[in-house]
C-alpha cells in the first residue's frame, strides 16, 4: 500500500470518529539492537544470541506451518477448504491479531483477512502506527469452515494447539483477540465479547486484549470508537512493556 493510500485510510478513519490517532515518530523496531553497557559500548554479546534465538524461532515456525498444511484431523474442513491459512505477518512481533477463520477469499489466497473484514483490520493496524507486516495475523482455525459457519467445538479442540505454538514462538508483548471465538478458543470462557470488551485478559502470561471482530464493525460501524479505544489501550500496554 502506497504512503498516500495509508493516509487516505487515516483520514477515513478521522471521519469514523478515530479522532485520536497515533503517529508513532519510528516504525516497531523488529531487529533487537545490541544493548549498551556501562562504559557505553554496544554489548554485543547479546547480538549472536539474539539471532540464534530468531533463527531457531523461524526453524520451529517452519515445522509447525508444515505441521499445519498437511494436517487432516478434521475431514470436513480438508475436504471443503482450498488453501490452509497459517497466518502471515512477522514472527517476531510485539502484537498478534487472532481471528476466527478464514473466509472465503482467504480460502482462496491462502493469507488471513484479506477480504472486506480484512481490509478493515488493515486501516486499524496502519491508524495504530504499524505496517500490516510488522505484526502477525492469524485465526483460531486454518481452515475455511464450508459456507463460512462458525468453527464447530471439536475443531476448535484440534486447530487450538497450532494456535498456542505460534504463540509460544512469537511470544507477543499482547495478543488482540477479534470477536467470540478468537476470546472462547484463547481463554476458554463461555463469557461473551460483549462483556469483556475493552478489557485486558491473560493467555499463557500474555496479555489479551478482547474487541469486537472487523466484520461486526462493517455490519455495525458505530462500534468503530469502541475499538478504536480498545486499540488505544493495546498501544499504550505496547509502550510500557519491557524490551
Ligand atoms: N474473518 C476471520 O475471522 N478471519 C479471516 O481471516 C477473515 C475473516
Redesign the pocket.
Known sequence: MSQSDALLFLKALKEDGMEHLYIPDKSVQTVALPEKNKSGKANVANKPETSIEKDSVRTEMLKLHKQVMSCTQCPILVKNCTKV?FGSGNIHAKIVFV?????A??DIQGL????R??QLLTKIIEAMGFKRDEVF?C?VLKCRPPNNRPPAPDEVVNCRPYLKRQLELIKPKVVVA??N??VHALLQTEQGISSLRGTFQEYEGIPVMCTY???YLLRSPGEKRKVWDDMKKVMKRLEEAPE
Not at 488471513?112 to 477480504?115: A, D, E, T, Y
Open positions: 491459512v481471528g476466527e477463520a478464514p473466509g477469499d482467504e488471513p483477512f484479506v477480504g473484514a480484512g495475523i485465526n477479534l470477536g471465538h478468537a471482530h472487523p466484520a
